[in-house]
């Protein structure tokens, strides 16, 4: 029998709360679930509220009864907000979550790079926003429990998974015994451990590193600004990486290589971590400087991915469908595009809107993400960890020129977490004007956010179906166009047409934006009344057109319908 442990976790600056687990015995007469989610950490969560958001409604099954122990994901990026903009919980992460842009790495006492990530009027986020993990996942919960198409059940645990055509059983243990759930769908969200991933015997593929990583979250008041701080072979760990980043609540994240013979239980031990903080307190001026230890942990760096995301009825995402490094703050932040565009593509599937082949593409587009991710991250773990002697030499020489040669800085910049450009996806629309725009997102880019005015944003107003932006100064939107747009919403498509440009209200249009300066045109890269864009419901751009007509907008709609 299932027994989750009932004891708050411990924390200097977090209260766990444990939430009553859900019983059986309490809900009788179970019928056919729509989707069945597996693990309600942020990427069960999100794909949970988002398919709320497209009126599918879930069960979101938690072995646990409360959130993650230790912070766990704490940087968390612009995109990882817009798409948490989506499913509401952006306000509090603001309010909470401490925002930064820039960075520094040291070699020899010198500072060698500095970080600067772009930002600007038109970005209501930051490019990076620091918050730990259990925040995150408290806030998701809170929204989950009060969304009346989400049913969380904490303290039960998936033991077991049977497909049959257009079904899954799951067994599921809780504290008072096994009970069996069916459901057309099943999205195993359960973390880097995936139970359901080796009861399908599915290998991931990609590389492990040898260099394994402690964290360790200590409490201390350091007068230093949010920036992140990478510190290359220092003299306490010689030949090393350290990365130092501040958290809410007097909390810093210290983040070190283990020498190559220590063993994980070395590392941790008391007087090991104590040592090795104390160096690098030393190291950057704060010796004698109080702290207290919140929490810590080893990791390795890994790069793997499965091949394929959706076996039959089941869908992989998360870290149960990818491992990845947490250098450039990759795995919570790549889940959280998974889970949309998982939620999404589900969405329509179950929707009706699109056959049952359309999962496809969810795997297609989402295991591409991770394959890049893993080239590239595969880089900077090569860099923080070098695998082997000649890499290790390579790396040596950048750290050296890079003392008196300022070209070879920019090596230190491994890159960060950013969304996946679907160039190649099926959706886009072969028949637009994608090719000759001079500016604006292309085909497959996540949309460009514009600032319409104080605190109000074009992104604020756009997601959760498909999105025209059609650009006119016309008092209605052409007859045949709206015609088109009717028929779709016949079949069921959400669509949300935003007329740009106009200084009345548009009729046909659901808003209208003046854009009395032009910006937004600018930023789109539209220089002539009649052009627009089409957004599909992850927002990422799937056509674009200097000149629409109902033909064009047909077409690429076409993509969406059975
Ligand atoms: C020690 C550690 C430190 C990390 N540090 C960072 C970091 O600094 N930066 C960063 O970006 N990322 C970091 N990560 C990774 C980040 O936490 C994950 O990428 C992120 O949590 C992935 O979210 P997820 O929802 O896919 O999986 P998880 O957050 O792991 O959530 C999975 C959930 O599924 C539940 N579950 C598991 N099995 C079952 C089952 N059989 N039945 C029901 N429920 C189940 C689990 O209890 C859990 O709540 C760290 C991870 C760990 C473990």
């Given at each position: 029998?299932?027994?989750?442990?009932?004891?708050?976790?411990?924390?200097?600056?977090?209260?766990?709360?444990?939430?009553?687990?859900?019983?059986?015995?309490?809900?009788?007469?179970?019928?056919?679930?729509?989707?069945?989610?597996?693990?309600?950490?942020?990427?069960?969560?999100?794909?949970?509220?988002?398919?709320?958001?497209?009126?599918?409604?879930?069960?979101?099954?938690?072995?646990?009864?409360?959130?993650?122990?230790?912070?766990?994901?704490i940087v968390f990026t612009r995109r990882s907000m817009e798409i948490l903009q989506q499913v509401g919980v952006d306000q509090r992460i603001t309010a909470n979550g401490l925002p930064w842009r820039f960075g520094n790495s040291f070699y020899r006492g010198q500072r060698v790079f500095r970080l600067e990530a772009p930002h600007s009027d038109d970005d209501r986020f930051f490019p990076m926003i620091?918050?730990?993990?259990?925040?995150?996942?408290?806030?998701?919960?809170?929204?989950?429990?009060?969304?009346?198409?989400?049913?969380?059940?904490?303290?039960?645990?998936?033991?077991?998974?049977?497909?049959?055509?257009?079904?899954?059983?799951?067994?599921?243990?809780?504290?008072?015994?096994?009970?069996?759930?069916?459901?057309?769908?099943?999205?195993?969200?359960?973390?880097?451990?995936?139970?359901?991933?080796?009861?399908?015997?599915?290998?991931?593929?990609?590389?492990?590193?040898?260099?394994?990583?402690?964290?360790?979250?200590?409490?201390?008041?350091?007068?230093?600004?949010?920036?992140?701080?990478?510190?290359?072979?220092?003299?306490?760990?010689?030949?090393?990486?350290?990365?130092?980043?501040?958290?809410?609540?007097?909390?810093?994240?210290?983040?070190?290589?283990?020498?190559?013979?220590?063993?994980?239980?070395?590392?941790?031990?008391?007087?090991?971590?104590?040592?090795?903080?104390?160096?690098?307190?030393?190291?950057?001026?704060?010796?004698?400087?109080?702290?207290?230890?919140?929490?810590?942990?080893?990791?390795?760096?890994?790069?793997?991915?499965?091949?394929?995301?959706?076996?039959?009825?089941?869908?992989?995402?998360?870290?149960?469908?990818?491992?990845?490094?947490?250098?450039?703050?990759?795995?919570?932040?790549?889940?959280?595009?998974?889970?949309?565009?998982?939620?999404?593509?589900?969405?329509?599937?179950?929707?009706?809107?699109?056959?049952?082949?359309?999962?496809?593409?969810?795997?297609?587009?989402?295991?591409?993400?991770?394959?890049?991710?893993?080239?590239?991250?595969?880089?900077?773990?090569?860099?923080?960890?070098?695998?082997?002697?000649?890499?290790?030499?390579?790396?040596?020489?950048?750290?050296?020129?890079?003392l008196s040669t300022a070209f070879v800085r920019p090596l230190y910049h491994w890159r960060t977490s950013r969304p996946h450009e679907y160039s190649d996806s099926m959706l886009n629309s072969l028949g637009d004007d994608n090719a000759i725009f001079k500016a604006g997102p292309a085909h497959g880019a996540p949309p460009q956010n514009v600032c319409l005015g104080p605190d109000d944003y074009l992104?604020?107003?756009?997601?959760?179906?498909?999105?025209?932006?059609?650009?006119?100064?016309?008092?209605?939107?052409?007859?045949?166009?709206?015609?088109?747009?009717?028929?779709?919403?016949?079949?069921?498509?959400?669509?949300?047409?935003?007329?740009?440009?106009?200084?009345?209200?548009?009729?046909?249009?659901?808003?209208?934006?003046?854009?009395?300066?032009?910006?937004?045109?600018?930023?789109?890269?539209?220089?002539?009344?009649?052009?627009?864009?089409?957004?599909?419901?992850?927002?990422?751009?799937?056509?674009?057109?200097?000149?629409?007509?109902?033909?064009?907008?047909?077409?690429?709609?076409?993509?969406?319908?059975?």
């Open positions: 029998m299932h027994q989750p442990s009932v004891e708050p976790r411990r924390s200097i600056y977090y209260d766990y709360q444990v939430h009553a687990p859900w019983l059986a015995s309490a809900h009788p007469g179970e019928a056919t679930k729509k989707v069945v989610i597996v693990g309600a950490g942020p990427v069960g969560l999100t794909i949970a509220l988002e398919l709320a958001r497209h009126g599918v409604s879930s069960v979101l099954l938690e072995s646990e009864q409360q959130v993650s122990e230790g912070s766990r994901a620091n918050l730990q993990q259990q925040y995150l996942e408290q806030y998701l919960v809170e929204a989950a429990s009060a969304e009346p198409l989400i049913d969380v059940r904490w303290g039960n645990r998936v033991t077991a998974v049977r497909q049959q055509p257009g079904r899954v059983h799951a067994e599921v243990d809780t504290p008072e015994g096994p009970y069996t759930i069916e459901t057309e769908w099943l999205v195993s969200a359960e973390g880097a451990r995936s139970g359901i991933r080796s009861m399908l015997d599915l290998k991931l593929e990609g590389a492990s590193y040898e260099g394994r990583f402690v964290i360790a979250d200590i409490k201390i008041d350091l007068p230093l600004p949010t920036e992140r701080l990478a510190f290359f072979d220092p003299d306490w760990n010689p030949g090393n990486t350290v990365l130092m980043h501040r958290e809410p609540h007097g909390i810093w994240r210290v983040d070190y290589q283990l020498p190559a013979n220590e063993t994980p239980e070395q590392a941790l031990l008391p007087e090991a971590l104590a040592s090795r903080i104390n160096a690098l307190l030393a190291q950057i001026g704060f010796a004698n400087t109080p702290w207290e230890m919140d929490w810590n942990s080893v990791y390795s760096a890994r790069t793997l991915t499965l091949p394929d995301y959706v076996h039959q009825r089941i869908v992989f995402a998360g870290d149960a469908a990818h491992l990845l490094p947490i250098f450039g703050v990759r795995g919570a932040n790549t889940g959280f595009q998974d889970a949309q565009s998982a939620a999404w593509h589900l969405a329509w599937v179950i929707n009706g809107f699109v056959p049952e082949s359309f999962m496809a593409n969810y795997s297609r587009e989402r295991v591409g993400a991770a394959r890049e991710i893993i080239e590239e991250s595969g880089k900077s773990t090569r860099f923080m960890t070098p695998p082997t002697r000649g890499f290790r030499l390579l790396r040596d020489a950048v750290l050296s020129l890079s992104l604020d107003h756009l997601g959760g179906g498909l999105d025209l932006l059609y650009f006119t100064q016309e008092k209605s939107l052409p007859a045949s166009l709206s015609e088109v747009i009717a028929q779709a919403r016949t079949r069921g498509l959400v669509i949300r047409v935003t007329a740009i440009g106009a200084a009345q209200v548009v009729q046909g249009a659901d808003q209208t934006f003046a854009d009395t300066t032009g910006h937004l045109r600018e930023q789109y890269g539209v220089k002539t009344q009649g052009g627009g864009y089409l957004l599909r419901p992850d927002q990422h751009i799937c056509a674009r057109w200097v000149t629409l007509d109902a033909v064009r907008l047909q077409a690429a709609l076409k993509k969406f319908l059975n």
